[in-house]
């Protein structure tokens, strides 16, 4: 399912080949987050225009709306949102420790009550993995505990206890026709745990392994340890997905440090906030400075905004609340992400990477804005 190309000779970045039942992805690759069944404000033929090989869904929220009986009559997720195309879903896991309010961890999963309209939910490794195989997904994710990065060593220590404990349980449920399914490494930035949790999900055996654990709201020195510490002990012909990062010079590091699949909600979330994502970092194109700049968002983006809009006409189209500039907004930020995955492919394949990495990180500025808003949990 997975095929590893080549490995770069400067850092760990990989190019790969990952094949699903919609179609093969080129990795690394850049995932589109598709909460409510939809990549907000683009739809799915300017997302496959823009070069986006797989959107991710979420197993969560469709399940509580439209729900699965909705879903199911449709012919499953594909056919429900008319996307082609490979689509991963997550277990919902992240969402019943985020978002709900929960009553009661039990041993074979969670009793917790919607977020929306306070109904009691229970949600644990059998249902996740059901819900996914008749949501029909190219990959399903193991129903696993993700901790704050507050959580006391026990609490972590538990975590990754019944993570491994559902992961098992998870690897014997029915899927769907082909049908890949991804374990998850927990355990915060405590390496016996990152190791423990590793050794007991690869002796399990899954398809690919994700790192979770990450974006939820740690400082980025202590993000890339946890990957790192993770990282080490995966399986060289696997695929590596690195849960819920980043802004684009982290994906980067983290290519260099062996992770293959991305997803954020920073491209549709900063778009919200009338900012955009360029290669020397985000600029706010709702507050620019200048009224009166004709330039595109970015010299040299492919996107459809750059190549038809002016930043003066975008910023007016955000300060007047028309829909279409937040729409041009969102369609650059995804389309210079999939273009950076798109370099970082090119650079590995033609051996320059190390030159592509030191550039790239060289000339992106992060703001504190971004990367704070990166920790916000509600739409994932
Ligand atoms: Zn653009």
């Known amino acids: 399912m ?3 190309l080549k490995v770069d000779s400067s850092s760990k970045a990989r190019l790969g080949r990952l094949t699903t039942p919609h179609g093969v992805i080129d990795t690394p690759v850049f995932m589109s987050v598709g909460t409510q069944g939809s990549v907000k404000a683009i739809d799915p033929r300017e997302l496959r225009e823009m070069g986006t090989q797989i959107i991710l869904g979420n197993t969560y929220h469709l399940s509580i709306r439209p729900g699965m009986e909705i879903i199911r009559a449709a012919g499953g997720l594909h056919s429900f949102i008319n996307w082609p195309a490979p689509i991963l879903t997550d277990s919902g896991g992240f969402q019943v420790f985020s978002l709900a309010t929960i009553r009661k961890i039990q041993a074979h999963g969670v009793e917790f009550r919607s977020h929306l309209d306070g109904s009691l939910l229970f949600l644990g490794p059998k249902e996740a993995m059901a819900i996914q195989r008749e949501l029909g997904s190219d990959i399903a994710m193991v129903f696993d505990e993700c901790p704050a990065h507050t959580s006391t060593p026990r609490e972590l220590r538990a975590a990754v206890e019944r993570t491994v404990r559902w992961a098992r349980e998870c690897r014997e449920q029915p899927r769907a026709p082909g049908q890949l399914v991804f374990g998850i490494v927990q355990g915060g930035t405590d390496p016996s745990l990152r190791e423990l949790c590793a050794r007991e999900l690869i002796a399990t055996g899954f398809d690919g392994y994700a790192i979770g654990g990450v974006s939820v709201g740690e400082p980025e020195p202590e993000m890339l340890r946890a990957v790192e510490l993770a990282e080490q002990f995966l399986p060289i012909g696997q695929a590596r997905y690195a849960m819920g990062l980043g802004t684009p010079a982290q994906l980067v590091e983290l290519v260099a440090r062996g992770v293959d699949i991305f997803d954020c909600v920073l ?14 970092g985000s600029i706010s194109i709702k507050g620019g400075a200048k009224k009166a700049d004709f330039r595109p968002i970015e010299e040299g983006c492919d996107c459809f905004a750059c190549r038809h809009f002016t930043r003066a006409y975008l910023r007016h189209l955000l300060n007047v609340g028309e829909i279409l500039g937040l729409r041009m907004l969102s369609v650059h930020n995804t389309r210079m992400y999939l273009r950076v995955m798109e370099d970082v492919r ?6 320059t990477f190390a030159e592509f990495r030191r550039e790239f990180v060289a000339n992106y500025v992060p703001t504190q804005k971004v990367l704070l808003a990166r920790a916000a949990a509600a739409d994932r």
């Open 2 to 4: 997975f095929e590893l």
């Open 267 to 280: 491209p549709a979330r900063v778009a919200r906030n009338g900012t955009a994502f360029t290669r020397k």
């Open 346 to 351: 090119k650079a590995i394949a033609s051996a």
